[in-house]
Each structure stands twice: as structure tokens, then as C-alpha cells.
């Protein structure tokens, strides 16, 4: 498009947006300008996927005056979606926003290699969004927690979010299939624990376990990248049975072998991450449609579509 019949367009709908008071105009102009149509893709993608995987909690979606991005929890708490600032890969970690959280694809399926240690799909957690879910505290997570009986022994689940119907799913399938399978009862059992309010060894972060929503199959010295050196932890990868981290997978929880930072007796519910793959790690989608991926016969998923269309009318595009 020619550079003035483009500032015309730009120029009209931007006028017509502030008739209907959706945003104001010099912050519709910066977002406009500053973001390209892929990256508005992305975060309508990632906002759909987060309202997906939190239904209960996410009640509302809000552009502020000044060009930030909310999303607005059951409690009333806001979480900043973009905070505009460029960060090492270990400040994506210590101080994320939704977006960085989002950003990386987690491959799903099977995988043969270590991924490169700066490739860890999520391993970015944001605590607020945690703590509205699944609990602030350790009392308060103490009381959402389910038993989940196993054959192999119980397991502190938190209920949350579906998250210990989600385990119960998985476990439901796996223990009839270490039944025929040694190597599947090995990884199975004993577990190495699912629930326990600690930090994230090393740092001053909690763990996903003390949210209740990860599980620690049975241990091997070659696990984890603090204990094992790359080579030892590709090993063991490469003889992980691929049918339980496609299990787990399919019940919306990531495996932490696929973190450059292996951990591989780790898994972790995590829908958000889970559905940003399964919908949109597609690269055949129809560019056309930022949905196109989406489960859209789904009513409620329809609703947050047209919510974000809403929040976000950029139809210069
Ligand atoms: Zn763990």
C-alpha cells in the first residue's frame, strides 16, 4: 500500500476508534506503529491461550490509557501482559512478563536431542497468576490439595484449575501400561514427590511443587543439569519412554526434558504453554485468521475470541 493512502487509512480508523471511545488516539497511533501485524498475532494468540487455560480466573481483558495490556483476575488483580522491556534470557526468568512467559514454542511429541541450554519453554512462571489460582501460601495451597490414590502410593495434587483431575487422568493411563512395560514402572516408581512448599533449588523462587502442580517421577542420578553433565542427560533422554511424556502432554503438562535446563523426572501442569503448541506451533495455520488453530466450535473460546477482537480492533490490517 502506497505510504499516504496507508496514513489515510490509519488516520480514518483511528479517528473512528475515539468516536467510540475504545481507545485513546495517541496511544492506538503508538501501538500501531510500534507493533508489527505478526506481533499482534502473537499476543492476541498468547491472550487466548492464557484466557483458555484459566477459564475460572481470568474475568476480563483491559487496554489502559496509556497502551498497556491487562488482564484483569476473579480477585481483581491486574496482570500486565507486555511491559516493554528488553531482558537477558535470565531476566525473562527473574522478572517476567505474560509475554515472555508465552513467547517460546514447547515442541511437543517426541524429541531425541537436548534442547539448547537457552531454550527452556515454561520455565517462566508468573507468580501472581500462580497464587490467584492455585493459592498464596502455603496454608492457602495446603487447602486446595487433593489425594490422588494410586497403585504406586498417594499423591498431593492441587484441585485447582482441574489441575489433580488432569494427574489422575494421566495416572489412570500410565499404570496400566507399567504393568506390560518394565521400563515404564521404573520411571514410575517410586515417585520422587508431588507437593512440597520450597524454593527453586539455588534460588529465591518458589517451585512449581509448592503450588501443588508438578510431579517428580522416579529418580536417576542423571536427571537433573545441576547433578549431570550434557552428555549423561542426553543419555538418559534418549531412553525416557516417549509414551509417558505423551501422556502427560496430552493432559496439559510439559515435560522439564524438553528444558535445555533438563529436568527430566519433571512434569508440570501447565495448559497456557500446552495449548499455545497444540493450537498455534502450527506453521500451516491460515495467516488470515490469528484464531485459525483454535478450537473455535467451543462457545466459551468463540467469547474470548470476539473479546479480544474487541479490545484489540485493529482492522487496518
Ligand atoms: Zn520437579
Known amino acids: 500500500m502506497e505510504k499516504t493512502v496507508l496514513r ?25 506503529v510500534s507493533d508489527k501485524k505478526e506481533n499482534i498475532v502473537k499476543m492476541k ?8 487455560a484459566y477459564p475460572e480466573y481470568i474475568i476480563d481483558l483491559k487496554l489502559s490509557e496509556n497502551g498497556n495490556i491487562y488482564l484483569i483476575m476473579k480477585s481483581g488483580r ?3 501482559y507486555d511491559d516493554g522491556k528488553s531482558k537477558s534470557p535470565e531476566e525473562k526468568i527473574s522478572d517476567p512478563d505474560l509475554e515472555d512467559m508465552m513467547e517460546p514454542i514447547y515442541p511437543l511429541g517426541k524429541i531425541d536431542k537436548l534442547m539448547d541450554s537457552s531454550f527452556n519453554p515454561g520455565r517462566i512462571r508468573i507468580y501472581t497468576l500462580l497464587k490467584e489460582v492455585y493459592g498464596e501460601g502455603k496454608k492457602e495451597v495446603e487447602k486446595n490439595l487433593d489425594n490422588i490414590n494410586t497403585y504406586y502410593g498417594h499423591l498431593q495434587f492441587n484441585r485447582n484449575n482441574n489441575a489433580s483431575l488432569a494427574l489422575k487422568s494421566v495416572m489412570d493411563e500410565l499404570i ?23 524454593n527453586i533449588s539455588g534460588t529465591d523462587r518458589l517451585s512449581p511443587h509448592a503450588f501443588g502442580i508438578a510431579i517428580d517421577l522416579a529418580y536417576n542420578e542423571n536427571d537433573y543439569w545441576q547433578w549431570s553433565s550434557r552428555k549423561q542427560g542426553q543419555e538418559r533422554l534418549k531412553s525416557y519412554p516417549k509414551e509417558i511424556v505423551e501422556i502427560f502432554e496430552k493432559n496439559n503438562f510439559i515435560w522439564g526434558g524438553k528444558w535445555g535446563h533438563f529436568d527430566i523426572l519433571h512434569f508440570e501442569y501447565r495448559p497456557e504453554i500446552i495449548m499455545m503448541s497444540r493450537f498455534f506451533g502450527n506453521k500451516n495455520n491460515n495467516p488470515d485468521f490469528w484464531y485459525d488453530g483454535a478450537p473455535i466450535e467451543n462457545d466459551q473460546v ?7 477482537d474487541e479490545v484489540f480492533d485493529f482492522k487496518i490490517f
Open 8 to 32: 489515510v487509512v490509519l488516520i480514518s480508523c483511528i479517528a473512528t476508534l475515539s468516536l467510540f471511545n475504545i481507545v485513546d488516539i495517541q496511544n492506538l497511533r503508538t501501538l500501531v
Open 45 to 52: 494468540q498468547h491472550i487466548l491461550c492464557i484466557m483458555m
Open 78 to 80: 491486574k496482570i500486565l
Open 176 to 198: 496400566p501400561l507399567a504393568q506390560s512395560r518394565a521400563d515404564i514402572k521404573a520411571c514410575l516408581a517410586p515417585y520422587s514427590g508431588t507437593f512440597n512448599y520450597r
Open 302 to 308: 468463540k467469547s474470548y475470541i470476539k473479546k479480544i
